[in-house]
């Protein structure tokens, strides 16, 4: 079975802190992706990589940075946490290839709380 | 780019009723379409998925979707709704290589 794993389940932070949140996956994938989860909007991709050291901006990148130094591992950073950065963050990985159609494999989120 | 519009935000159906789950999509060439659950707490896991050929698509706990090209629509569809499926739904279309999702239908299932 494929597993993607996040560093933690629940995170509280302060305004202004500098917040990281990892993801591991153990099966290979090139492609890894970081989601923000919002009630009513769904799930909006923030930031992709389909390789090592290689990154993608999504459709909210503001106020976020990633960092992929292994294929297994893809790190969200939040330069400077601010109140609307509070959500449940989701990570993903999806099959070699990088096809359009490829299915991804979620981790089980981070929520974040930013006071 | 790809959209995906899911019209329900909240469903509630009775303990062995059937549902469906309605997903409308926008995309200019054939779609790859997608239905994952997301229960309480958890991440997201897939349903079912569609790519190609048969219409059709059986996945998983008796899931199954429609592809409806004149429609635009891939509803997910169970004839016999179980507690257990209490859950947030999510639909996705992918393009060429991003993945759009719904916003999501919650489903209340009534004992």
């Known amino acids: 079975d494929v597993k993607v794993t996040q560093s933690s389940r629940y995170l509280v932070k302060r305004t202004g802190e500098k917040v990281f949140l990892e993801c591991v996956q153990d099966?290979?994938?090139?492609?890894m992706f970081w989601y923000r989860q919002d009630p009513g909007l769904g799930l909006r991709l923030i930031y992709f990589?389909?390789?090592?050291?290689?990154?993608e901006k999504g459709d909210i990148p503001e106020g976020y940075s990633v960092s992929r130094e292994k294929k297994e591992r893809f790190s969200l950073i939040l330069e400077s946490a601010s109140t609307n950065q509070t959500s449940m963050y989701l990570c993903?990985?999806?099959?070699?290839?990088?096809?359009?159609?490829?299915?991804?494999?979620f981790g089980p989120g981070t929520r974040l709380t930013v006071l | 780019a790809q959209s995906v519009t899911q019209p329900d935000i909240h469903i509630t159906v009775s303990e062995g009723a059937s549902l469906e789950l309605r997903c409308n999509y926008s995309?200019?060439?054939?779609?790859?379409l997608f239905w994952y659950v997301q229960s309480p707490g958890q991440g997201l896991q897939l349903l079912l998925k569609?790519?190609?050929?048969?219409?059709l698509v059986q996945g998983i706990k008796g899931f199954e979707a429609e592809f409806k090209r004149s429609q635009s629509s891939f509803n997910l569809r169970k004839p016999s709704v179980h507690w257990s499926d209490a859950a947030e739904y999510f639909c996705?279309?992918?393009?060429?290589?991003?993945?759009?999702f719904g916003a999501g239908t919650r489903l209340t299932v009534k004992p």
């Open positions: 993903a990985s999806s099959e070699p290839g990088g096809r359009a159609g490829d299915t991804q494999y």
């Open positions: 996705a279309v992918q393009g060429n290589n991003d993945m759009r």
């Open positions: 569609y790519f190609s050929g048969d219409t």
């Open positions: 995309y200019g060439a054939t779609p790859y």
């Open positions: 990589s389909y390789d090592v050291k290689m990154k």
């Open positions: 099966m290979d994938h090139e492609n």
